[in-house]
């Protein structure tokens, strides 16, 4: 590989923990990285769960942060509040859960949200290396701006942060990568994208880019939750 390829390489591996040595790379060929936000850009998804976590013991469930972290795959919201509640044995109504989510998450962001280890550092190493990056995630547009600005990375991604309520389909149907590559100008095999969720990697996989799962974990404790 070229020296910015291997360099490139190196620091996915050290920044964001990803085991490259198991998967066959042609980095010198990739024009764009694609992003997930929650969880591969910002540190939220611990905060996913604790605002799961609160809203769902206001109900008089029994839940914690460790138990949503080991069941939380992705998706649509609608679908994480119903398979919840359904694993909690409960029934209520989404228009009444997911009002009840998004102002609690809003709270925790405002907290406790920060960047994921290396993602400032690899935006900048990126930036240098010339190659493209944005965002395709399935919250609304409005949302991971807000998310961005909280943590210093919105100037970066002005005018290339994709939505599924943009593309009216929301991972892991391919279509919202798809549609991401296309609006920056490149084909898929110029670009590469980047989950932590099993739902968004199939996503990146079925609109046939190559794809990365972040792993990040989940050990440390919210406080002031």
């Not at 042609?26 to 609160?54: H, P």
């Not at 972290?69 to 859960?97: C, N, P, V, W």
């Not at 995630?137 to 949302?143: G, I, L, Q, T, V």
């Not at 798809?178 to 670009?191: I, R, S, V």
Request: charged content about 25%; aromatic content about 8%; some cysteine.
């Amino acid at each position: 590989l070229p020296q910015s390829s291997r360099a490139l390489k190196e620091h996915y591996r050290i920044k964001l923990g990803f085991n490259l040595s198991e998967i066959p790379m042609r980095l010198e060929q990739t024009k764009c990285v694609i992003f997930d936000c929650d969880g591969t850009l910002i540190d939220s998804e611990k905060l996913c769960c604790q605002a799961l976590v609160n809203v769902f013991t206001g109900f008089g469930a029994e839940l914690n942060v460790n138990d949503c972290y080991a069941h939380f795959q992705g998706g649509k919201l609608a679908d994480i509040l119903m398979d919840t509640q359904e694993r909690l044995g409960l029934s209520i109504s989404i228009d009444t859960l997911e009002p009840l989510y998004r102002t609690e998450l809003e709270a925790l962001f405002q907290r406790h949200l920060k960047p994921m280890d290396g993602a400032i550092e690899l935006i900048e190493f990126l930036k240098q290396q010339d190659i493209e990056f944005c965002i395709a995630s399935n919250a609304p547009k409005s949302r991971v701006e807000s998310s961005l600005a909280m943590t210093g990375m919105l100037d970066d991604f002005k005018g290339k942060v994709f939505s599924a309520f943009d593309a009216n389909s929301w991972k892991p149907e391919p279509d919202l990568i798809m549609y991401t590559a296309m609006n920056m100008g490149f084909l898929p095999n110029e670009c590469i994208y980047v989950d932590d969720t099993l739902k968004g990697s199939e996503a990146g996989v079925r609109a046939g880019i190559q794809s990365f799962r972040l792993r990040p974990s989940i050990d440390e404790a919210i406080v002031d939750p």
